[in-house]
């Protein structure tokens, strides 16, 4: 049975950094690509990183591009998410997500995730 166990969020001022952790365990060992999501309150899931756990090629829409970094740890199955530059709207649930099969549509579909961790609170104050 797979596990996604979030960690690091928290609450932190506006233009600080965070960085998110997410250990993956259980079959499979390894995954095509990880993500991560976010949703905040009264607002739909929206796609934040993701990449390609062979190819290390990674992914992010404009609002977070250039402040956010997703990276992986092969040897620990983990994938983080440095975030700098916080702003309030990053204020969010972060989700970690991954799937072990290839990406169909597009990497910034939720639906194409298998698995999914159960979030860690990152609130940013202006």
């Known amino acids: 049975q797979v596990q996604l166990v979030e960690s690091g969020g928290g609450l932190v001022q506006a233009g600080d950094s965070l960085r998110l952790s997410c250990a993956a365990s259980?079959?499979?060992?390894?995954?095509?690509?990880m993500a991560w999501f976010r949703q905040a309150p009264g607002k739909e899931r929206e796609f934040v990183a993701a990449?390609?756990?062979?190819?290390?090629?990674?992914i992010y829409p404009g609002s977070v591009k250039g402040r956010f970094t997703i990276s992986r740890d092969n040897a620990k199955i983990t994938v983080y998410l440095q975030m700098n530059s916080l702003k309030p709207e990053d204020t969010a649930v972060y989700y970690c997500?991954?799937?072990?099969?290839?990406?169909?549509?597009?990497?910034?579909?939720?639906?194409?995730?298998?698995?999914w961790g159960q979030g860690t609170q990152v609130t940013v104050s202006s």
């Open positions: 990449i390609n756990w062979s190819t290390r090629s990674t």
């Open positions: 997500a991954a799937t072990p099969g290839p990406i169909v549509r597009s990497y910034y579909a939720a639906e194409e995730y298998e698995h």
């Open positions: 259980g079959r499979p060992a390894t995954y095509y690509a």
